[in-house]
């Protein structure tokens, strides 16, 4: 688990300076803090770095990345685990494959080389992102996991490609353009952002299941997107009726996701497990300490507010698993003290200071001498665990049922996640036209921040106003979902996949899983994100995932045996933080923040916002009438715009370039 970056030129003769690789490198040591390398081709225009973390092959030297295969056709940079590596090594060993290391990442080099990409990539099962450069067709892929769980980005400047695992590895090569583009700062402010996107003007992700090839002809980049894995959920018709005998599914799931989890347990440093009072990562708990002979450490985030802290339910969890449980308790002053360092680290800004606890508690398991945890998060993706699940499969997929109960069931969800109205749930219903006309309806996990459109383009400079003109945050959306992959599918399966591509692998596994955690040096292992477990999950009918008024149904009769009853019986409680105006002491850090970032200057100097409209949120914010799911989504607002005034402290007022040469010179990391 580690941190990758690397320059492709357009022309071969054009050279690559190795220090300024190394500095890429190095501004990501917290990716990788137990060594660094890196390999430049100077006949072929190429180079690529390396920050590891040493997780599988502990020994410095012989695991040292980049990658070269034994004829140095091809070089390789990895950040991530492939599970069942030993096995693959194993049976390549026995076709004639010599391995240099102990490490998962080798496996790339002779897979590709006897298989091709294709093939290889069926073969690899974990969370991974790399850069691959194959000398013989001059070309450079560059491959990121199904999910998206390990980032990667990418840009193109006058001398040819940058890549890197965060955008400041970008930002650190004195190449890269560094500014928001009107579009990118519009996403920020909404939450949502359109899949492949980033704030940043000319910078972009690889997509989940996609490759990047870079093919070099003739001193030009041609570069082309392949697809090799999506979300395929059967047609409609194709699943069973209600008759069906539920126990093969709950079989299966509990077979499957134990696979997972086992797979998740190898590592040559001890694993954890975070702990909330989810069913998601209780069963990872239970599942992980009946696997091991040991007792596991698990890592539990608790809040000062009895309506948001989850703790009770983990405390018992832990109890009955016998694990060795560390508990975190957060109060109002740690979240928002610590918002503009996890700004950094996250490079998007963020909705709820959830993100601020996750990095926090990084920070604890770090300190507590773990690398390794395992993680609940991918349950609700693809159970149907979120409120908005159930709200879709209520309007849109239970035509059989009488309207009437159909309504008493949305009522009873709205009056049951009254918490989370504004944020988990829209204020009130909103409707895309594309998203209708792509998906069949507007899904409501993204009505809550489509919704916010009408407060978040006042709040956009004039000027970059006028460069937005008409242009629609739903319709850039939809314009990324593939067609292929609705037409015919169930509801819910539409609302899920529209999830998946948005808010799982823009929120959830950005801010909210590898960014936090790896600013610590702590790598997260989400099992249930196992494209073998997804990839049957897929196949569960709808109503075995939300039975009745019942979500996650199929892993809750799975897992039963090792829940809690309390938790077995209770309905999905979203995990969050507290908001900002639940807590007067946490109101008055978000103003200490203000006054720093939203100041008339400072909105000034970064000419991204209007002062005047961000005075009238916060006015609005204050107001004697706003009611309390309005102030939920107002504090997302704020919280937005604190980020990107942030952001463009961080990215953009800051000199990268030199701040990664400082970080270089302090690492003693040279070239």
């Given at each position: 688990m580690c941190g990758i970056a690397g320059v492709f030129n357009h022309r071969v003769n054009d050279p690559i300076d190795a220090q300024t690789l190394v500095n890429m490198a190095a501004i990501m040591h917290h990716r990788g803090p137990d060594g660094y390398g890196y390999h430049i081709q100077s006949e072929q225009g190429i180079g690529f770095s390396h920050a590891r973390l040493s997780i599988i092959d502990l020994d410095e030297e012989r695991a040292k990345q980049p990658f070269l295969s034994a004829d140095e056709r091809l070089m390789l940079t990895h950040n991530g685990e492939f599970y069942d590596f030993k096995r693959i090594r194993a049976d390549l060993t026995a076709r004639g494959a010599?391995?240099?290391?102990?490490?998962?990442?080798?496996?790339?080099?002779?897979?590709?080389?006897?298989y091709g990409l294709e093939a290889t990539l069926k073969e690899l099962r974990g969370e991974f992102a790399f850069g691959l450069y194959d000398k013989d067709e001059d070309a450079l892929y560059l491959v990121r996991d199904r999910f998206?769980?390990?980032?990667?980005?990418?840009?193109?400047?006058?001398?040819?490609?940058?890549?890197?695992?965060e955008l400041k590895v970008l930002f650190a090569h004195p190449q890269v353009k560094r500014a928001f583009s009107a579009e990118g700062l519009y996403h920020q402010l909404i939450q949502v952002m359109v899949p492949g996107s980033t704030a940043f003007e000319g910078v972009h992700q690889v997509q989940p299941g996609q490759v990047v090839k870079i093919k070099r002809n003739n001193g030009t980049l041609n570069i082309d997107t392949l697809k090799y894995w999506d979300v395929d959920f059967p047609n409609e018709h194709d699943y069973p009726g209600d008759e069906v005998d539920e126990t093969e599914y709950v079989e299966g799931v509990r077979e499957k996701l134990l696979e997972a989890v086992q797979h998740r347990m190898t590592a040559d440093v001890p694993v954890g497990c975070y702990l909330s009072g989810g069913i998601d990562s209780c069963s990872i708990l239970g599942l992980a300490s009946a696997s091991t002979q040991t007792s596991v450490k698990a890592f539990t985030i608790g809040f000062d507010s009895?309506?948001?802290?989850?703790?009770?339910?983990?405390?018992?969890?832990?109890?009955?698993?016998?694990a060795d449980?560390?508990?975190?308790?957060?109060?109002?002053?740690?979240?928002?003290?610590?918002?503009?360092?996890?700004?950094?680290?996250?490079e998007r800004t963020i909705y709820n200071t959830l993100g601020v606890a996750k990095y926090l508690m990084s920070q604890e398991v770090h300190e507590a001498g773990y690398k390794v945890v395992m993680t609940g998060e991918g349950s609700d993706e693809l159970f149907a665990g979120y409120p908005a699940f159930r709200k879709d499969m209520f309007l849109h997929g239970l035509d059989h049922l009488p309207e009437i109960e159909r309504l008493e069931w949305q009522k009873l969800l709205e009056k049951n996640n009254q918490l989370f109205k504004g944020a988990m749930l829209a204020r009130e219903e909103f409707s895309s036209d594309?998203?209708?006309?792509?998906?069949?309806?507007?899904?409501?996990?993204?009505?809550?921040?489509?919704?916010?459109?009408?407060?978040a383009k006042p709040l956009i400079n004039r000027d970059l106003q006028k460069q937005l003109g008409n242009y629609d945050p739903g319709q850039a959306i939809a314009d990324t979902l593939d067609e292929t992959y609705l037409a015919g599918r169930h509801p819910l399966d539409r609302a899920q996949y529209v999830w998946i591509k948005t808010m799982l692998e823009g929120q959830i596994l950005t801010w909210g899983g590898d960014r936090v955690d790896m600013a610590n040096s702590m790598e997260a292992r989400p099992a249930f994100l196992d494209h073998h477990l997804a990839?049957?999950?897929?196949?569960?009918?709808?109503?075995?995932?939300?039975?009745?008024?019942k979500e996650k149904y199929v892993l809750r009769e799975a897992m039963k045996g090792l829940l809690p009853e309390t938790l077995y019986k209770r309905e999905k409680f979203a995990f969050m933080a507290p908001p900002a105006h639940t807590d007067p002491e946490k109101w008055k850090a978000v103003e200490r923040l203000a006054e720093e970032f939203l100041s008339e200057q400072a909105v000034k100097d970064a000419g991204l916002l209007d002062f005047d409209a961000v005075q009238a949120v916060f006015a609005r914010h204050s107001s004697s009438d706003v009611t309390a799911e309005e102030q939920v989504q107002l504090d997302a607002v704020i919280n937005h715009m604190l980020g990107v005034q942030v952001l463009h402290h961080h990215f953009v007022a800051t000199d990268v370039p030199k701040q990664a040469q400082q970080r270089a010179q302090e690492l003693g990391w040279h070239a």
């Open positions: 010599r391995f240099r290391t102990k490490s998962d990442s080798e496996i790339v080099l002779h897979l590709f080389e006897r998206g769980i390990k980032p990667l980005y990418w840009t193109e400047t006058d001398e040819g490609v940058v890549f890197g695992s009895d309506d948001y802290d989850e703790t009770p339910i983990a405390r018992e969890m832990a109890e009955a698993t016998d449980h560390h508990i975190m308790a957060l109060k109002a002053n740690d979240l928002y003290d610590h918002f503009v360092k996890t700004l950094w680290h996250t594309a998203l209708n006309k792509k998906v069949g309806f507007t899904p409501s996990c993204v009505q809550p921040w489509l919704s916010c459109s009408s407060v990839e049957y999950a897929f196949t569960v009918p709808p109503h075995l995932r939300i039975k009745g008024n």
